[in-house]
């Protein structure tokens, strides 16, 4: 009897059985970027403190994106995974070294983050003391400024909580209090913030993906899924309104509260990220809402 069971379980999956659609492998696309470089930082074993979990999952995917759909030269971009504060200020200094001031530097990062009771914002090394977060922290503000001097545009993208929640709901630092962190102004169109959430809530994993839910969903903006977004009009371009827009819409629905960060002047929504005609379709509706009750 429990051998039909069993067989009978095999034939006749769950109908409540939920597969997202995948955002691996990237779309290659035609067009390069060569004069543009990139930096993509995967922090999930955390030595003192909870593990960032999917972080290396996240980046290793970025990644994919950043050679194959924005084209980018393999010279020109640095993968980090488990870095400390001096191999990714290293990475930084390198990859903006020579970078034109008509090209863009991509900063993504994946892993845990601080608020301090300033309200600034800090990046956490792999190698970070519980009892004192900010002894080897990077802040924000003083990063983009490092480099962006030659007039070049940065685009930072961090998936980490800036909260004391990980991803895996545990607290990541034993605080008496925690800091709110301020506002994004996101007014130097030449300086884009772009943060899985602007205030301090935990930042989720989707665990059916093995993914950050803001990487997850920036990913499929990139194959295509935000194509549209703004206008209802497919014309075969995202544009990084268009990728800001379909994240934060999609959060929402998919029940999550959080607030990701979307530079508002025109400027900035308009820049192209990717071209193409093949242009994946993202999932609808129905999908979305089996995905978020799953």
């Known amino acids: 009897m429990m051998y039909i069971l069993l067989l009978l379980l095999c ?94 530097l991509w900063i993504y990062f994946a892993g845990q983050g601080y608020t301090d009771r300033d309200g600034n914002r800090y990046l956490l090394p792999i190698d970070t003391p519980p009892d004192d977060p900010l002894a080897n922290a990077i802040e924000l503000n003083e990063m983009m400024a490092s480099v962006s001097k030659r007039g070049n545009r940065v685009i930072l993208i961090v998936d980490a909580s800036f909260g004391n929640i990980g991803r895996d709901g545990l607290e990541v630092l034993d605080l008496k209090k925690n800091h709110m962190p301020y506002d994004i102004v996101n007014n130097d169109p030449k ?67 959080l607030t990701p960060s979307i530079f508002p002047s025109e400027e900035v929504q308009s820049i192209e990220i990717h071209k193409a005609p093949n242009l994946e379709i993202g999932p609808n509706d129905a999908l979305l809402e089996q995905i978020s009750i799953a």
């Open 11 to 104: 034939w006749f999956p769950s109908a409540y059985a939920v597969t997202p659609p995948e955002i691996s492998p990237a779309l290659l696309a035609k067009q390069k970027y060569g004069k543009d470089a990139a930096v993509i930082i995967g922090n999930e074993n955390y030595h003192r403190i909870p593990q960032a979990v999917y972080a290396q999952n996240d980046a290793n995917a970025v990644l994919d994106f950043v050679k194959s759909t924005r084209r980018i030269p393999s010279w020109k971009t640095t993968h980090l995974t488990n870095s400390t504060k001096k191999e990714i200020n290293s990475a930084l200094h390198k990859q903006s070294k020579y970078i034109s001031k008509n090209a863009t």
């Open 191 to 257: 300086q884009i913030f772009w943060l899985a959430d602007t205030r301090d809530l935990s930042n989720p994993n989707f665990a059916m993906a093995q993914h950050g839910l803001f990487t997850y969903l920036f990913l499929g903006a990139m194959k295509g899924w935000a194509d549209g977004e703004l206008d209802n009009q497919q014309d075969g371009i995202i544009t990084i309104g268009e990728a800001q827009s379909y994240v934060a819409h999609k959060m929402f629905q998919l029940g999550t509260p």
